[in-house]
């Protein structure tokens, strides 16, 4: 066990931890956030995505010793509700959300991803969200709201 120091959404925390243990736990467990979400623990599905200094990482494989020193994004720090990310606004705005479940690493990875690459093509969002998984089949949704915020965004 040893202390861990990072920023967490622009807040300075500290996590007593074994230094493999997953940065989610961390977060969901020690710092009592209610996202990320815990998908399937393999990187395979997204709902644990969170910036890590920037780069989108699955948080469910990521040691939390990797994160020491570095600044995490969560969902919650991306925007606020009074201001929210464009990527937020536009999945209020098409009506996105079923279940909710994955949509953390899909907003987060796309915000990554279009802070690189704002004027990426359809196929090229496609490409950069392909490892995604959404149980409830709302992807023509989401791109529609990927879209809607790229175009506000440029």
Not at 6 to 24: F, I
Not at 140 to 154: D, G
Request: aromatic share 4%; hydrophobic share 40%; proline share 7%.
């Amino acid at each position: 066990m040893a202390i861990y120091r990072l920023t967490v959404d622009g807040k300075p925390v500290s996590v007593d931890a074994a230094p493999e243990m997953p940065l989610l736990y961390a977060l969901r467990n020690d710092l009592a956030m209610n996202n990320p979400h815990f998908g399937c623990g393999l990187a395979q599905c997204g709902a644990c995505t969170v910036h890590l200094d920037g780069e989108p990482v699955r948080a469910c494989v990521l040691p939390v010793s990797t994160a020491a020193g570095k600044a995490v994004t969560t969902i919650k720090g991306l925007g606020t509700p009074e201001k929210p990310h464009p990527l937020q606004a536009a999945y209020v705005a098409e009506q996105v959300p079923q279940c909710g479940y994955c949509i953390n690493g899909w907003v987060m990875t796309a915000a990554a991803y279009l802070k690189k690459h704002p004027k990426a093509t359809d196929g090229e969002l496609r490409d950069a969200l392909a490892g995604l998984k959404c149980r409830c089949g709302t992807h023509v949704s989401i791109m529609r709201a990927i879209k809607r915020a790229q175009q506000s965004m440029a």
